[in-house]
């Protein structure tokens, strides 16, 4: 069976270059219909750029978030940030700021609610009536005394400082609540920002002296955008270039250039087409599929052309060097296109759907690749003028010393890389799991030093929000659970971590204040069920449109929110400081019948593990699918299983060298094992293919297969590591500290492969095939 096998495959070889090039008028017509087909499905691809495209539907931390929204409303925001040169928010040139940003900013489109020193409810006694009014009087701002009764009155109040002004009063904020349509959100989200960034910079022309900052969910959305299409615009010209170079200089031949171009071009746009057929949407975290397609296809043709060019360096005609390329490399072009496909297709086990869909575009490029290099590609040489190379370059030196060093020092290069490949390895529970949202974006882009800023001088990035049930509809008034939510709030203003808790309970304590003719002494929570339901009924009648108490209190007032911002904290730290609110919680708070909590912080904190141990399957599968395949191929257990060491070792090096250097991982490097296993796979294939064809066809002894094996594959080698880790590293030119950070790791694994192939397997080869 298995000879029977060998023979198909052999016979398949041989024949498949005549056909080819016989065929290439047609193979070329077929290749430009097939490609055009395919890539018409471009029309049908979205760009997706909430957040929240990081979590699947059913994820429970997102339903949690969601359940919350549907009681009380959507939280997506922008926070204008007031920033004073003098230092002082509450001078009369920023309350002049502030109030006029107030009344502009309820132009903004899809805005719901607008908040901030400026139009803050302030109460207080008028004789057995409460008074409710701007905390600021437009009238009075040229009045020193009014003005410093405004900043203490602020400063005084548990809902306004940490919040909307700083504790030290230098900075203040006006936050704008939007209400979101469910479609077209990219294009809302654009037009919101463009309003909001258009009024910040009125504010600063018409108000010398005042610098505006802006930040908010809003604005992650739209700069997750901005940062895609800047990346984009990027990473194409530069990879494309880079390549280029890096074929002309390894093959001196223009023509192998252009030959290649064109099958990364059409790689590129079936990859695409293709996922707009099957509704694929583009991301972020999408955005680099071209860029990887590009590399993956750069890599099979570098294989095809070397050996084509090393065949009319020995001799033979262009049209016989191209058959002959094709031969030898058929059978392992394809396997390394298969196990690239097939590792990129096991990052759908990652419960980040961006990641899916990234793996999904890259195996419809990889599958698009092999095809057209093995066929496209080679018609198209025979058709282009190409001199085989001087006689000059007809040996290679440099692999040649490699090769007998490796031969000569094979036991000390076997027992050295091991023991190298266990220190290392010892360093990967350095690693620590960390995604905070804000800090997806490098610290050159205006959006992340403005959220730096906020939580150096405001209030924070870190917000938890919690449900807190009563016992029934009312529960709200009871004074007992009124008292639980009051030591829930004291417990979390006593946590290093916190700037500020929103709590409903600090309304009811103003409100009782002033029915008692604002005494400080009755700075506390009603007495009765019934006294706390009519202060919050009279409290409510005197609120203005669109500064309710909707978003606080349930419908039923069965239910309130209570909201926490911390300063930034990581994955770890939101987690340790929510299980210590738990915990706090269960054992205090016996008239709180049920608490839900949510937030985007809760929610990428705990996305990191549930994708770790996800993920951890799709390893697996991705390292035994590859094995089994190997294993097949090769027909050999030893030789397929052999293959497998410089494949895991590279990953393993590669996530212990990040643990020494960085030591911290995210959502985007816990899929790069999988995916790189199928990659560095490539560069194992092609050189155990020519080891093998030495010792079956040649009769060659182990030590001298590895010569030819090094001496045929060793320049195709070097180039396709070089084209591979600079193809990632330019993903480092991104915005986006995820697409930035697993182009890093994975050309790291790419480079430490190339050393585990050349170094490794040889002795390895040597040691086990006798």
Known sequence: MAKDYRFFIRHIEARFGEWVITARWPVIVLTLILVAAASTGGQFLTFETNYRIFFNQDNPQLLALEALENTYGKNDNILFMIVPDDGDATSEQALKSAIWLTERAWQTPYSTRVDSIANFQHTTADGDDLSVRNLVDPTKLGDAEERARVRATALADQQLAGKLLAHDGAVSAVNVTIQLPDEDQALKTAEISAFAYGLAAEAEQRFPGIDLRVVGTVIINYVFTETSVAATKTFLPVSLVVMALILFVLTRRFAGVVATGLVVVFSMLAALGLGGWVGLPFSPSTVTVPTIVLIVAVANCVHLLVTMLQRMQAGDSKRMAIIESLRVNLYSVFLSSVTTGFGFLTMNFSEVPPYRHLGNFVAF???????????FLPAVLSLLPIRAPTASRQNDPVMAVIAEFVVRRRTVLLWGSMAVVLAVAAAIPRNELNDVLLHFFDESVAFRQDTDFLDEHLSGNTVFEYSLVSSGPGGVADPDFLEDVSAFADWYRGQPETRHVLAISDTFRQLNQNMNGDDPAAYRLPETRDLASQYLLLYELSLPFGLDLNNRINVSKSATRMTVTTKTLSSRETLELHTRARKWLDNHVPHITRVDSASAALMFAQLGQRNIRAMILGTTIAFLGISLLL?????????????????????????????????????????????????????????????????????????DAVRYAMQTMGRAIFTTTAILASGFLILCLSDFLLTQNMGLLTALIIAVALIA??????????????
Do not use: Q
């Not at 490029?365 to 066929?375: H, K, P």
């Not at 985007?668 to 020519?690: E, P, R």
């Open 757 to 770: 192939d050349l170094l490794l397997l040889p002795p390895l080869l040597m040691a086990v095939d006798r």
């Open 631 to 703: 294993i097949v191929a090769f027909g050999s257990l030893r030789t397929g299983l052999l293959s497998l060491v410089p494949n895991f070792v590279p990953a393993v090096m590669g996530f212990g060298i990040w643990g020494l250097a960085v030591g911290e991982v995210g959502i985007s490097l816990s899929v790069v094992m999988a995916m790189t296993i199928g990659i560095v796979v490539d560069d194992t294939v092609h050189f155990l293919s020519k080891y093998r064809r030495a010792r079956s066809e040649h009769g060659a002894a182990p030590d």
């Open 365 to 375: 490029g990889s599958g698009a690749a092999f095809l057209l290099s093995v066929t």
